[in-house]
């Protein structure tokens, strides 16, 4: 058990690393690129949520 609680801990380290690295972009970005990424962050998660509820129903 503690093998497991040693590797969950060191996976959820590298995680917090990689994302304190790369919290603030490095180059500029347009407004319209910006827009973009938000749009195709609304997509993901629609199609997530649409899996989410497909799975669901199908479990039912």
Known sequence: MKLIAAIYED???QIRR???R???PRIQMTPFVKF???GLRVYLFTLVG???FKFVTLVK
């Open 11 to 13: 996976l959820v380290s």
């Open 18 to 20: 990689v994302n304190e």
């Open 22 to 24: 790369y919290r603030t």
């Open 36 to 38: 973009c990424l938000i």
């Open 50 to 52: 649409l899996m989410l």
